[in-house]
């Protein structure tokens, strides 16, 4: 089991100014950050990071959306990190994540839900690999 993670600010929390209060939330649950940038996606870095989403019907807008703005990038560690962050973030719905959870607190609906979290010890492996080399990550 790794003890990174990979998570991502999306366009709809930094345009509302959450991004210092998501990772303040973030370090307050023991998380170190290992990695971190600010960057703005073009449409075919936002295409290729969710290419294994390339079939499903939200692709497009998807892809719109997180090409729509400033995101920060940041490769997290903790033990049991991939699903103390889920956990962390809450439900993709944020009307159906717990309180106290970053999606509830900052996520306004399933297409705008504030942060990405890495699903599994693998994609949190291809996912900071895809935004950071070895030479970013402490």
Request: without cysteine; negative net charge; proline residues 2%.
């Given at each position: 089991?790794?003890?990174?993670?990979?998570?991502?600010?999306?366009?709809?929390?930094?345009?509302k100014g959450y991004a210092?209060?998501?990772?303040?939330?973030?370090?307050?649950?023991?998380?170190?950050i290992v990695a971190l940038k600010q960057l703005h996606l073009s449409t075919a870095q936002a295409g290729a990071f969710y290419a294994v989403h390339k079939e499903r019907p939200f692709y497009g807008e998807l892809v719109e959306f997180m090409s729509s703005g400033v995101?920060?990038?940041a490769i997290l560690?903790?033990?049991n990190a991939v699903?103390?962050?889920r956990?962390?973030?809450?439900?993709?719905?944020?009307?159906?994540?717990?309180?106290?959870?970053?999606?509830?607190?900052?996520a306004s609906s399933v297409g705008e839900n504030a942060v990405h979290g890495s699903d599994?010890?693998?994609?949190?492996?291809?996912?900071?690999?895809?935004?950071?080399?070895?030479?970013?990550?402490?």
């Amino acid at each position: 089991m790794s003890n990174r993670t990979f998570t991502m600010i999306k366009p709809d929390a930094m345009k509302k100014g959450y991004a210092g209060k998501i990772l303040d939330q973030i370090l307050q649950s023991g998380f170190r950050i290992v990695a971190l940038k600010q960057l703005h996606l073009s449409t075919a870095q936002a295409g290729a990071f969710y290419a294994v989403h390339k079939e499903r019907p939200f692709y497009g807008e998807l892809v719109e959306f997180m090409s729509s703005g400033v995101i920060i990038a940041a490769i997290l560690e903790k033990e049991n990190a991939v699903s103390d962050f889920r956990k962390l973030i809450g439900a993709t719905d944020p009307s159906k994540a717990d309180e106290g959870t970053i999606r509830k607190l900052y996520a306004s609906s399933v297409g705008e839900n504030a942060v990405h979290g890495s699903d599994s010890d693998e994609n949190a492996l291809i996912e900071g690999a895809f935004f950071f080399s070895g030479l970013e990550q402490y």
